[in-house]
């Protein structure tokens, strides 16, 4: 693709690489078949290769307009254009600056800002999630249904977190949100890892990784929540913790883009890069150590279980099938799932700011997760997770908390 970059962010770090990712472009439109939102609308402005052109006219000084910036809210960042791709388009970090030009360069309504700002204010912040979501749990009988629906009436109990007693040690996420909602999430891969000589641990004060302010466009923010959990990790790394391990999808694919992320600041671009170069999804993990969980297996009734593989594990991470190969492994038994390749609506913040496209995406997915009638829904991101349980009466949980019960 031809481009022609506007004077005011041709020689800019952002110009220069959104230029880069643009010429790549041939404008085949294979993206467009694996694009949820392309999918459900048939409108080219929502899929990958319009919202490409739409940024190209932004980034050559054409005008920005209220449509502009609505085509690329509606965008989930799956990135399973990215898999798509026979000419490797980085749409996400193309999405990242035209996202930001877009918003600098138009007004939304008063009350989205409201909204924007107040998901930016207390999401990344665990205590105050948490302290929100047991005042919604108890007024869950009396909300809105659309509201009741995304507050969960309990969370599963966490369950023993083994002392750290091995000289193997590896460095977990706690994460903003995970902790309140799901707790039983690092507890047990924390207990899988403890039985074959590995101790997890959280750094005290962590918080939450960047996704989320910066994914809200309020990137400044983004990058300050990422300097400050790399601050609590160092002196973990510095004592030479083996890994870190993330449980979470959706910020395991952002703490391994660090590197880029920080790339440009003098002062964490070397302790970025080296904490992008130690994250490992547990899946990973595990597929490392799986020949010493193997053995400890107890020999129990099979389960049918339905995998969710959350789009920053396959699109954003490019791990694909992994978690699935170990499940059959470990011996449940895994039904077929079509377009597993198409995200379920949850995205972040995507299913509170576009309730409506969401709540199709799900009802698309729970769909095709029941239609091989499993017991179970697993997945691998507490987002997904979430999202899937308010709409089915099927269990939704994270995968590892499976295999823990395999090995009880």
Not at 46 to 64: F, N, S, T, V, W
Not at 290 to 313: D, M, N, W, Y
Request: with cysteine; aromatic share 4%; net charge neutral.
């Amino acid at each position: 693709m031809q481009t022609a970059i506007a004077d005011f962010i041709r020689d800019t770090p952002e110009g220069r690489e959104a230029d880069s990712i643009l010429r790549k472009c041939v404008h085949c439109g294979f993206c467009t078949a694996t694009c949820p939102t392309y999918l459900l609308l048939g409108d080219e402005n929502d899929g990958p290769r319009g919202r490409i052109y739409l940024m190209k006219q932004a980034l050559e000084g054409q005008e920005i307009t209220d449509r502009t910036r609505l085509h690329l809210d509606r965008c989930l960042t799956c990135r399973a254009c990215e898999t798509t791709c026979p000419s490797g388009v980085q749409y996400g970090r193309l999405l990242d600056i035209g996202r930001k030009l877009v918003e600098e360069k138009t007004a939304r309504p008063a009350w989205e800002r409201v909204k924007r700002r107040a998901l930016a204010a207390v999401l990344p912040h665990r205590s105050l999630f948490a302290l929100l979501l047991a005042l919604g749990r108890f007024a869950r009988p009396v909300l809105p249904a659309g509201i009741a629906e995304k507050v969960p009436a309990s969370a599963p109990a966490a369950g023993a977190w083994p002392a750290p007693r091995h000289a193997r040690k590896m460095l977990a996420l706690a994460g903003c949100v995970q902790p309140s909602l799901a707790p039983d999430i690092n507890a047990a891969a924390a207990r899988v890892l403890d039985r074959v000589g590995i101790s997890l641990i959280e750094a005290k004060g962590a918080g939450c990784c960047g996704a989320l302010r910066y994914h809200l466009n309020y990137q400044e923010d983004g990058l300050a929540d990422m300097r400050a959990l790399i601050d609590s990790w160092w002196p973990h790394v510095e004592n030479g913790v083996e890994a870190i391990v993330m449980t979470a999808s959706g910020c395991g694919v952002t703490v391994k883009e660090y590197a880029h992320l920080l790339e440009r600041d003098p002062r964490y671009a070397a302790r970025a890069a080296k904490i992008s170069a130690l994250t490992r999804d547990i899946s990973e993990v595990i597929e490392a150590e799986f020949g010493r969980i193997e053995p400890i297996l107890a020999q129990k009734e099979s389960v049918r279980l339905a995998f969710h593989p959350p789009c920053t594990l396959q699109h954003g991470q490019n791990i694909e099938g992994l978690t699935e190969r170990l499940l059959a492994r470990a011996g449940f038994e895994l039904t077929p799932v079509p377009d597993s390749h198409l995200c379920c609506g949850s995205a972040g913040t995507y299913s509170i700011l576009q309730p409506e496209l969401s709540a199709r995406l799900k009802r698309n997915k729970l769909s095709a997760l029941a239609s091989g009638a499993p017991q179970e829904i697993v997945t691998a991101n507490i987002g997904c997770l979430a999202h899937l349980q308010s709409g089915t009466e099927l269990p939704v949980r994270h995968w590892i908390t499976a295999l823990e019960e395999r090995l009880s």
